[in-house]
């Protein structure tokens, strides 16, 4: 039996952070970063069975295109991915009311829609980029067992010798996205190998009045090649979306729309029509069947 110190459920039966009770939870997920994002998903939804709010994570349950969904936000960050990750599981696989884990596991399709910043200068702002491949540069991965058995150990050692890693940083892990998922977006957008920072100045080689501890960070993300692989763009979220959905069974994935692009320093304010054809993009793939 799982203790209530490590998985706090509240009076009324939702998991600690997220407010969600088990049966509120869809077997499909989107995950978007900023509160806002989830009203501006649910125009495009039916039947909405509750909105709910508990700090940044703002959720809602309803049906697009007949499908049963949740929309959920996240925050930036990967420690609070982390939160969103291990209590989504929770709902699914652990009966709240036993505090047991569940003997027939349910795999969630999760699919992060997120806005980004081109490391390379061929990828134009407004495209649409799915993380085929995450890289972690937070450490968050590290603090769980066993690794290495889902991470892509010889593209690891590549990155560290080819950029000169600092020592005084986490080790970077690469994670492959899920592959049902990865296969749902093959043919609408760009194949990307996306860097998750742990910030959004100094971790993505941005300069204001701190120097940075790899000064040419930038140039040597933009030149690592390995095995037909590139870094092509930044965010702040899917590796640890990609790496605890690996760890879990789940399908998971993370898709940007270009807002920036570090290498010609060039960015689109009116980015949000963008965004929003890439939610209906989004929402179209998730829920097409199989």
Same mark, same amino acid.
């Given at each position: +039996?799982i203790?209530?110190s #490590?998985l706090?459920?509240n009076?009324d039966g939702?998991v600690f952070?997220l407010h969600i009770?088990?049966? #509120?939870?869809?077997d499909?997920?989107?995950?978007v970063?900023d509160p806002?994002?989830?009203d501006?998903?649910?125009? $495009?939804m039916q039947? %909405?069975? !509750?909105?709910r709010?508990?700090?940044?994570?703002? *959720?809602?349950? @309803?049906?697009?295109?007949?499908k049963?969904l949740?929309?959920l936000?996240?925050g930036?960050?990967?420690?609070n991915i982390d939160?969103? +990750?291990?209590?989504?599981d929770a709902?699914a696989?652990?009966?709240f009311?036993?505090r #047991?884990i569940?003997p027939?596991k349910?795999?969630l399709d999760i699919?992060r829609?997120g &806005?980004?910043?081109?490391?390379?200068?061929?990828i134009? =702002?407004?495209? !649409?980029?799915?993380?085929h491949v995450?890289v972690?540069?937070?450490?968050? =991965?590290?603090?769980?067992?066993?690794r290495?058995?889902?991470? +892509?150990p010889?593209?690891?050692e590549?990155?560290?010798?080819?950029?000169?890693w600092?020592r005084?940083l986490?080790?970077? $892990?690469f994670?492959?996205?899920?592959k049902r998922?990865?296969?749902?977006f093959?043919?609408? &957008?760009i194949?990307?190998m996306?860097i998750?920072?742990?910030g959004f $100045? @100094?971790?993505?080689?941005r300069?204001l009045?701190m120097?940075?501890?790899?000064?040419? +960070?930038?140039?040597t !993300?933009? &030149?690592?090649?390995?095995?037909g692989w590139?870094?092509?763009?930044?965010?702040?979220?899917?590796?640890a979306?990609?790496g605890?959905?690996?760890?879990?069974?789940?399908?998971?994935?993370?898709?940007?729309? %270009?807002?920036?692009?570090?290498?010609?320093?060039s *960015?689109?304010?009116? $980015?949000?029509?963008a965004?929003r054809k890439?939610?209906?993009l989004?929402?179209a793939k998730?829920t097409?069947?199989?």
């Amino acid at each position: +039996m799982i203790p209530e110190s #490590e998985l706090i459920i509240n009076d009324d039966g939702s998991v600690f952070h997220l407010h969600i009770r088990p049966e #509120e939870l869809a077997d499909k997920v989107i995950l978007v970063g900023d509160p806002g994002r989830v009203d501006m998903i649910s125009e $495009y939804m039916q039947d %909405i069975e !509750f909105r709910r709010q508990s700090r940044e994570f703002v *959720s809602l349950t @309803g049906k697009y295109a007949g499908k049963r969904l949740t929309v959920l936000s996240t925050g930036i960050g990967t420690d609070n991915i982390d939160i969103v +990750m291990n209590e989504l599981d929770a709902l699914a696989n652990i009966d709240f009311a036993t505090r #047991e884990i569940k003997p027939e596991k349910k795999s969630l399709d999760i699919l992060r829609i997120g &806005t980004s910043g081109a490391i390379q200068p061929d990828i134009p =702002l407004g495209s !649409f980029v799915f993380a085929h491949v995450s890289v972690g540069c937070d450490g968050l =991965l590290n603090w769980y067992a066993d690794r290495d058995a889902i991470a +892509m150990p010889g593209i690891e050692e590549a990155f560290k010798k080819h950029t000169g890693w600092n020592r005084h940083l986490p080790d970077p $892990y690469f994670v492959r996205a899920g592959k049902r998922m990865s296969e749902k977006f093959m043919d609408c &957008t760009i194949k990307g190998m996306t860097i998750a920072a742990s910030g959004f $100045y @100094g971790p993505q080689g941005r300069v204001l009045r701190m120097p940075l501890a790899m000064p040419d +960070m930038l140039e040597t !993300f933009e &030149t690592f090649r390995y095995d037909g692989w590139r870094v092509t763009n930044f965010e702040m979220e899917g590796s640890a979306i990609a790496g605890i959905a690996a760890h879990l069974g789940h399908n998971a994935g993370t898709v940007c729309c %270009i807002i920036a692009n570090r290498h010609l320093k060039s *960015s689109n304010p009116d $980015y949000k029509p963008a965004v929003r054809k890439l939610v209906e993009l989004a929402l179209a793939k998730l829920t097409a069947d199989e």
